[in-house]
């Protein structure tokens, strides 16, 4: 049972460089979101997407880019890294509007930008 | 933005109980949510509350307040592995899902 697989796992990244982390479901979930963690600040909603073909800026947006082409593909791309940008990432689904709407999570991808 | 508050951290001793509190303002509500985020680790859903009352889920319980923007998560009979981050989080009317900072709970023999 995957759920929810993200790539990489972690990465040391330049200041400048494009980066893309990957995130991938098999639940059929309408919805994906990213987040980010930083000590002392919780989750933060980067972007997020609805269903498949939309997609919304959430609290943190600036700096981030986000495409949802299909159903189970939710990529989120730094055009060019910053410090700042230094965190550990989280990409989640969930059936949307319906029932709970629980948030299934990634394991997070630690991202360090020097 | 949401405005969510939880205290930074809690400290209890095995085998007794904790309470957390999380106060909340949001644009429109569509429920509230409790998470466990172990260290090192991805959150895992708890609980759920969408009506006003307690929900309870073995050691764990919930409980909601909408009119006062209030709920707490109630830990009992606490054990070693229930040290961990807690965090509150609010479905606002657009279904987004804001998160509080977390409350570090640390258990103490």
């Known amino acids: 049972i995957a759920g929810i697989t993200q790539a990489p796992t972690s990465q040391i990244l330049a200041a400048g460089r494009r980066m893309t982390l990957r995130c991938t479901q098999d639940?059929?979930?309408?919805?994906m979101y990213w987040y980010r963690q930083d000590l002392g600040l919780g989750l933060r909603l980067i972007h997020y997407?609805?269903?498949?073909?939309?997609?919304g800026k959430g609290e943190v947006p600036d700096g981030y880019s986000v495409s949802r082409a299909n159903t189970d593909d939710f990529p989120l791309t730094l055009a060019s890294a910053v410090p700042s940008q230094t965190s550990v990432y989280f990409c989640?689904?969930?059936?949307?509007?319906?029932?709970?709407?629980?948030?299934?999570f990634g394991e997070g991808s630690r991202l360090t930008v020097l | 933005g949401q405005n969510i508050d939880q205290p930074t951290e809690m400290t209890a001793t095995e085998g007794a109980i904790v309470q957390i509190n999380c106060t909340y303002q949001?644009?429109?509500?569509?429920?509230l949510f409790w998470y466990q985020q172990h260290a090192g680790e991805a959150p895992t859903f708890l609980s759920y509350?969408?009506?006003?009352g307690l929900e309870e889920k073995g050691r764990f319980s919930s409980f909601l307040s909408r009119s006062k923007g209030y709920s707490y998560l109630l830990l009992k009979e606490l054990q070693m592995k229930d040290s961990a981050s807690y965090l509150c989080?609010?479905?606002?009317?657009?279904?987004?899902?804001?998160f509080g900072a977390g409350t570090t709970v640390t258990v103490r023999a």
């Open positions: 989640a689904s969930s059936t949307g509007t319906g029932d709970t709407g629980e948030l299934f």
């Open positions: 949001t644009s429109g509500f569509n429920g």
């Open positions: 639940m059929r979930h309408n919805a």
């Open positions: 509350n969408v009506l006003d």
């Open positions: 997407s609805n269903t498949a073909g939309t997609t």
């Open positions: 989080a609010v479905r606002d009317g657009d279904y987004k899902l804001s």
